[in-house]
């Protein structure tokens, strides 16, 4: 016997208008579509430019908004460079820390692989300072380090 194979127009006229409703264990917008689970923003994405890149980021870092406007294709680096805030941090500013044995804030960033220590400081603002200023020169995305959605 022959295997009914559905077709996108099948696909497109059961589902069209229907919002996607499902949010995965990531945060993603998420559904079957053709027999596999697809990402709401791999489709937009796809849909826009044709394009699979590696990594969509999204820029203000809510996982369920997918406007058009709120995507960007990066990679692993470029999307490193827009993280929000562990909820582990403990100083509130990420890359900043306090050391306890020297009394004194410390303030470091990784980029692409590589750590760098930007320095000890006497007060929290000059190792915040520090740390802006080499996300500056590193490209980093003016969102990296904002609080959690």
């Keep these: 016997m ?16 229907k919002p996607w409703k499902v ?16 990402r709401a923003h791999r489709v937009i994405w796809k849909l826009m430019t044709g394009d699979e ?3 969509i980021d999204h ?5 369920s908004d997918n406007r058009w406007t709120n995507l960007r294709a990066t990679d692993w680096t470029g999307n490193s460079t827009n993280q929000a805030i562990s909820s582990r ?5 990420i890359g900043v820390g306090f050391r306890k044995d020297t009394g004194r804030y410390v303030a470091g ?3 692409r692989g ?3 220590c930007l320095g000890s400081f006497e007060t929290i603002e000059g190792a915040i300072a520090a740390r802006k200023e080499a996300e500056r020169k590193l490209g980093f995305h003016p969102n990296h380090g904002r609080q959690a959605a």
């Design 53 to 55: 890149p590696t990594v």
């Design 59 to 63: 820029i203000n870092g809510d996982r």
């Design 109 to 111: 960033i990784n980029h």
């Design 114 to 116: 590589t750590k760098f």
């Design 89 to 93: 941090n403990t100083s509130g500013h």
């Design 23 to 38: 949010i995965d264990n990531a945060g993603y917008l998420s559904a079957k579509m053709l027999g596999a689970t697809r």
């Design 2 to 17: 022959f295997k009914r194979v559905r077709t996108q127009r099948a696909w497109n006229s059961k589902m069209a208008g």
